[in-house]
């Protein structure tokens, strides 16, 4: 018997286990059948990086539930390709109507996006011409320095959002890549936003280890961002839930840029 309710495809870069996936999914089950390949474990920071000097293992965990021990782009663009040449089992039986990546454990900011495997997800669906989103919400540390991070509420915010998309008419051009981040404690809405700068601070901590090796671990802990009118950050510090249309062409056409281009071809001939 053929399905014709949506097909939702879900990852993440938190990992197959990661409570937030699981919260998302189930949510997302009201609206349609829900196909999951994740990250055997976590891998946040690989962007959309793509494995391809070692084979990939899949393993099913259980019906449409599949992990991955890959990246968060690797498990889209398996999942959307495999079986296509008939070769192996295909993971979804045709073209998703949604790809869903998150609930990712933290937030997803201004370039935030340019490293997050949870963006990187949901843009390798985008890039394959279907809608998709990518979820994030911010976590708190409570009294005892334990991280809280209580994904229910944000689940049920994605998927109010996925029903609306789904019914939206599909236009001619880019898909439509979502980036949702949901402030934690109570939320007080949801704003349109736009990007906003959010700079992590800048460090290498260099080490010796006991062999007289040195090792490197790379960023700090400290973040700023300026204070930019309609932008995610803002709504963020407002206590609201952003959501924003990322662009796929990374190319700038302000007239500062192709003025700066032609100078450059003109220069070298």
Not at 23 to 46: C, F, H, K, N, W
């Amino acid at each position: 018997m053929s399905d014709d309710r949506p097909l939702i495809l879900c990852a993440n870069d938190d990992g197959f286990y990661s409570k937030g996936l699981r919260a998302v999914a189930d949510a997302l089950s009201e609206l349609g059948r829900v196909i999951v390949v994740a990250p055997e474990t976590e891998q946040s920071a690989m962007s959309h990086s793509l494995t391809l000097h070692r084979p990939l293992r899949l393993r099913r965990i259980e019906e449409d539930r599949y992990a991955l021990d890959g990246t968060p782009a690797d498990c889209v663009y398996l999942a959307l390709h495999l079986g296509e040449h008939g070769h192996a089992r295909a993971v979804v039986p045709r073209k998703p109507d949604l790809v869903v990546s998150g609930i990712n454990r933290g937030i997803n900011l201004g370039q935030d996006i340019f490293y997050s495997g949870t963006v990187a997800a949901a843009r390798e669906g985008a890039l394959r011409g279907i809608p998709s989103i990518a979820a994030s919400v911010d976590v708190v540390a409570n009294d005892s320095g334990s991280v809280v991070f209580e994904p229910a509420p944000t689940a049920a915010l994605v998927a109010s959002i996925a029903r609306s998309v789904l019914g939206l008419p599909r236009a001619r051009g880019p898909a439509l890549l979502f980036n949702l981040n949901v402030p934690a404690g109570p939320v007080k809405g949801l704003r349109a936003t736009k990007l906003g700068t959010r700079l992590w601070t800048e460090t290498v901590d260099a080490r010796i280890d006991p062999r007289g090796r040195a090792y490197y671990w790379l960023g700090g802990s400290g973040v700023s961002h300026d204070q930019i009118p309609g932008s995610d950050t803002e709504a963020h510090d407002a206590g609201l839930a952003s959501l924003t249309v990322l662009n796929l062409d990374l190319a700038r056409h302000d007239e500062a840029a192709h003025a700066a281009v032609r100078a450059v071809v003109e220069s070298v001939g």
